[in-house]
């Protein structure tokens, strides 16, 4: 007679797992992503492409290359038990300095996330980038048409939230330096 095993809990993986499963195929044609050792895979839809588009645009109409770079959906340097993917990356340039690696913590200065109903972004992601060092993230959320913008990183933590509305605009601030405002509603599908 043999007996059946009930399952006793998840399993979670390491980055260097996940790469080794990424680097077999295991995921081919799906977009996943590791997030504090669970693997989730991301849909993306119009709505949330055109966010991306629009954001990624603002960020390069401001910034001056090559002192930063913007990234769309590339891969960071994976850490632990995380491998992200963020919808938007801001790293200091030039982008030479990425020709045979992947960026690291401290390379990046801003992370963004576009989000149309991914939980995510606000929990897992948002305590991640935080642990990681990120100085500054956003979250285009599109179902409350609004930004919400993360900074002041304390004990692991942002400690600074602002929410910014349809009809208003941001300064964009990264390491200490204004350049310029974005309207919300032209992110915004």
Known sequence: MSTITQPTGKVSFTADEFGRMLDVGL????????LDGE???????PPHNYGVDALAAA????LPEPR???REEKSVEPWEDWWPEPDITVLRGPRRRYATRHPGPADIVMVAE?????????????DGYAQAG?????ILDLQARRLEVYTDIRDGRYA???????????VLVIEGEAFGRIAVSELLP
């Open 114 to 126: 576009v989000s149309d109903s991914s939980s995510q972004d606000w929990t897992k992601k948002l």
């Open 68 to 70: 930063y770079l913007v």
């Open 59 to 62: 960020l390069r109409r401001l």
């Open 134 to 138: 990120f100085p500054v993230y956003w």
């Open 27 to 34: 995921f081919e044609g799906r977009h996943v992503e590791l």
């Open 39 to 45: 693997i989730y895979e991301v849909t993306k839809n």
């Open 160 to 170: 600074t939230r602002t929410i910014v509305p349809e009809g208003e605009s941001v």
